[in-house]
């Protein structure tokens, strides 16, 4: 990982525009201005392409898509394709259910992701290989480097899967990285504020396979400093320490 | 109560679909995570049939309610009801517009719920007794044994009634719980949350009066605790930590 | 400041309804319930009539407008204002897009706030002074008290100003404060609450510049205070403690 690219984010202090999960949109926020960017949460058509538009990043998230956010979507991320901004796609629970696979599918159609973000479970589903999930969570098990390599071409884009190890495929190389906490699964949005950290890489001048390294290998340390916290005794407290860990230099974590 | 049956809700790792309240999404899911079941939150009625049916148990909650959420309510509600999913309806503030007491009238005509949980207010109003309330609380008194056998005869269903002494009725019998803390009125959700664990306790294979006996005492417990640690110095620490304590023991909340 | 108005709030715990930004519901609501107010967030127009009358201020805010909102604010406002409810409209983001500036422009025109609540960048562009905005953020600089008074006097209102020295204006007068503390701007709904507190003041029986110029002092008191915490140490923490001292009397703050 580059710890330079923490630092550049920070500096240019991104906007990240997020048609976001409306579980988590609090958290991710708070996360997001932590880390160092600026977010941005807006769901209405009618300002999609103005807020995409003005944005350092988009992220389409479909954690509780609803009929009325599609629109939306399709539109800011025309939008970032259009202008040459990062687009972030996480592909929340696709495999739960018609609505959601079609969804994705169709708006995969229309827009080019710079990373789809998701667990195993999720990009399984969008190379149509056989997995368990539970609502949202994958707890199936198999190859998940191959899945990462397909969906990578498949779809033409840079993949992350999240997971006790994390899978980065840029296309051109498979790389693995094992931060994190078992406290980041029992936080709800722990996956989908990583996206969000993961655009405000993307929008540093750096090759790409780095900036996915820095911003999971940064995330996956900051909850483990959180973890290690003295008065950490479950996961509502890790929260806390978790924003906070997210606003420090990468040499505190690194510890 | 029975501890077995934490443990037992808790191996089982109930998926817990909600339809739930804007306000409190992050704090139940977060809630729900700790105590040790899945929740999934999604309000869009075409994938309310599939949700609801892949998941063990189904709650809707109008604290937020808007006009297009009911159809999915309803969905959710038969599909629970025609799989013998277990069904927690949580009836926030229907005492305060008559657009949430038709809403609820409108619900309760088409799904059978297995236990309505809510505050006296908003169960005094499901059986015509006049009750004060202010918005969605509860500041009317009366008797609320009576309330709850009434609201159990009427609707054919569990009750739950929280207050400062919480009251069950499984229709044969009348519980009162003591445990919990004032902390938990001053944290929004803090009613919502109990709902979801009531939930996740109806997955077991007990008898119904010791499910909703365990869920509430538990959850009372686990306010007490939290607000007995010596970090927590009023609402907004004490929510960190109840977190905390959902996910602990019995045992350590018994201490 | 007259730290009377904070225990009148408190004594008479109002009824805050709020057409709310969803990004900072959850916080705003958990900051009204520390204060000592009740909170309502509810965004159906079938009920923004009774919602509003039943309660002893309303909030407006379009942080994350929708269309469906804008009925419902209308009505929640003329409600207001035709029962002598205090009015307070935040415009989160109102010069980020036309879509805001347009409804901003409508909502104005057909309610009339007591109170206008924004940073620099929100309130320059409600008097089409240029302004430099990133998303929802005002990064520019320029001659805010002459921006207050200008909106004060357009709108025949009271406005503040937040910033790092707030800016009150009630027509009359221009008051500075300098309470506060930058995590405020690391927290997302730093700002948004400040409207809930300053509504809760505006409910007492009070000169309206002693309402506004304590809410915000106070305000910024109880951040100085979280801030001070020996446990904070980041934004994550900041907000834990930050809810705390919003319950406490203003002679702990003051401390």
């Excluded at 500096?11 to 997020?18: F, G, Q, S």
């Excluded at 977010?39 to 944005?55: F, R, T, V």
């Excluded at 504020?193 to 655009?199: A, D, E, M, N, T």
């Amino acid at each position: 990982m580059n710890p330079e690219i923490i630092e550049q984010a920070r500096e240019k202090n991104p906007l990240i525009h997020h048609i976001m999960n409306q579980v988590v949109k609090n958290f991710v926020a708070n996360g997001v201005l932590a880390f160092g960017a600026s977010p941005i949460m807006a769901s209405e058509k009618e300002e999609a392409e103005e807020m995409a538009q003005a944005s350092d990043c988009v992220l389409l998230n479909i954690g509780t898509l609803t009929k009325d956010e599609i629109e939306a979507m399709i539109i800011a991320g025309k939008t970032a394709n259009k202008h040459h901004i990062p687009l972030v796609i996480d592909p929340v629970g696709v495999a739960a259910t018609p609505f959601r696979s079609k969804t994705i599918k169709y708006v995969l159609e229309q827009v080019q992701p710079t990373v789809i973000k998701g667990n195993a479970g999720e990009i399984a589903h969008l190379v149509d290989v056989p997995w368990k999930v539970k609502g949202v969570d994958s707890i199936g098990s198999g190859n998940v480097e191959e899945i990462a390599a397909k969906a990578a071409k498949k779809y033409n884009t840079s993949i992350v899967i999240t997971g006790k190890t994390d899978i980065i495929c840029t296309g051109n190389r498979v790389i693995q990285n094992t931060t994190g906490h078992p406290f980041l699964t029992q936080v709800t949005g722990g996956g989908c504020l990583l996206g969000s950290i993961v655009g405000a890489c993307l929008t540093t001048d750096n090759p790409i396979e780095e900036q996915l390294v820095t911003a999971v290998t940064f995330y996956g340390l900051a909850a483990e400093h959180a973890a290690s916290q003295r008065d950490v005794k479950g996961p509502g407290t890790f929260l806390s320490h978790f924003v906070d860990a997210l606003s420090y230099p990468f040499v505190t974590l690194k510890g």
